[in-house]
């Protein structure tokens, strides 16, 4: 492939609204253009990689025993109206009309029409395991699509889905499908970390995340080195230890506050640390009031306390509930006396007391307050965000966290859609039983984004082999001589025998654009070609990802090319 018949529009500059780096060197590399908001074509660089992508989820999902089929990216609204979710699921399901008025949707999933396929075609156990994936485009409204690739409401996504007859059968499933995650991941030569997940809109009861570790990442994970222990801090679990204590016997005190509201306004004026204070939030679950305490210096974890009281809606209390709920404007609310049926705490108010809370009364606060003799808790429960002051759940030794891209996700889906939908088959007995179900997937396009966030210097991209658009770079610095074309097709036809993929930059530009383009692509080998190396016998061989440099002999240069390769490739720890 030559550099002057492919279309590769590379940029000086990146766009305005290119916020982080995939989507400053994506579109610099003449990789993907933006069509609209969070919708991009991908250019022929761009889609390279995303196909070699493709390639790698293809065999190991093929390997791990998945057939692949293509479902319709157009779903009827009846579906999703039968699963329960096309209300719930909010705006980011793009939803449409035919010309028959009838409703459908784009989907931004696919458990609806996979269910519907299965329960229309399998009907024994002995049909059973089974399972069905696809890589195709998804669409997902994205209230504010941002990132490039990384959050646009066009993508490409993998989603496989399992099918079993009992529990043991959903575990080697979801086993079958963590291993291969790991195979794809470590082949793709990323680092990465699978952590504990919560399962978010999908549903499910048991998830894991693959994360592939980047200091631009979104999301934050816990790690722990002294264990395998890993988690999304959504799920991230809190050591909490200690002995009750007893209830104080010091009387509550209430004293005025004016006009101080914040935690950190309160503490100034009462001399206290915010450790001495609970915050009390207020919340509008599914339509219901519930008050959650937390201490002063912490913050809450709302995923937590969604999954804990399972409620579809949780949102932050208005003004007007606040003052409802408690007789107070915001700032002065507190739990004692609290016309709230549902108040539950953080674990960790459980080993202290003397407490200084709101008093449900503007410009007021209460002192020495206890929980268990002032406050009607209905639990404790644990539902803060976890910091690195903390330890590891699991084997109490130090914890770190760390940022990562989300690139992966399998989940134990169970019966949820199983059962709404009528997914069943008969069992060995002849008895009707419901199928129970595993959902896994890969942001394909995602992948090469993330890849770019953790693969970069000032230069541009630094493409492991596997995701590279081409694996080597031939660079002719002088197209003008018979013998460096000659020697450049000589290197081309070699290389391609070795099955390499290669591209030769055979433009009549300067040296010096041809080296920022190539790093600008980042294609992990590049070899130059110019008439005063071949004059003195060398060809220069550049490690995009180090910078370094060597010289290969012209003659004998198939072994040398060989050794070079192995180090060049060595350096990515590619499984």
Known sequence: MRWSRFYIPTLKEAPADAEVVSHKLLTRAGMIRKLTSGIYTYMPLGLRSITKASAIVREEMDKAGANEVSMPMVQPADLWQESGRWDFYGKELLRLKDRHNRDYCLGPTHEEVITDLVRGEVRSYRQLPMNLYQIQTKFRDEVRPRFGLMRGREFIMKDAYSFDKDQDGLDESYKAMYAAYNAIFTRMGLQFRPVEADSGSIGGSFSHEFMVL???????????????????????EILCSGEECDALETPMEEVSTPNVRTIEEVSGFLNAPATAFIKTLLFDADGEPVAVLVRGDRELNDVKLKNLIQADTLEMATPEQVREWTGAPVGFAGPVKLNIKRIYADNELRFATDWIVGANKADAHLQHVCLKRDVELTGYADLRVITENDVCPKCGKEISLTKGIEVGHVFKLGTKYSESLG??????????????????????????????????????????????????????????????????DEIYTFLKEQGIDVLVDDRKERPGVKFKDADLIGIPMQIVVGGRGLKNGIL???????????ELP??????????????????????
């Not at 980047?214 to 799920?235: F, L, M, Q």
């Open 540 to 550: 220069e061989a550049k490690d995009r990802r180090t910078g370094e440099k060597s």
């Open 554 to 575: 012209v003659e004998g240069f198939a072994e040398a090319f060989k050794e070079w390769k192995e180090k060049v490739y060595a350096g990515w720890n590619i499984g």
């Open 214 to 236: 980047a200091e631009t990442g979104e999301d934050t994970i816990v790690v722990c080195d002294s264990c395998s222990y890993a988690a999304n801090v959504e799920r991230a």
């Open 423 to 488: 997914c069943t088959f008969l069992d060995e007995n002849g008895k009707d039983k419901v199928m129970l179900m595993g959902c896994y997937g890969i942001g394909v396009s995602r992948v090469v984004a993330s890849c770019i966030e953790q693969n970069h210097d000032e230069n541009g991209i630094c493409f492991p082999p596997p995701l590279a658009p081409f694996e080597a770079l031939v660079v002719n610095l002088d197209i003008k001589s018979d013998e460096v074309n000659d020697k450049v």
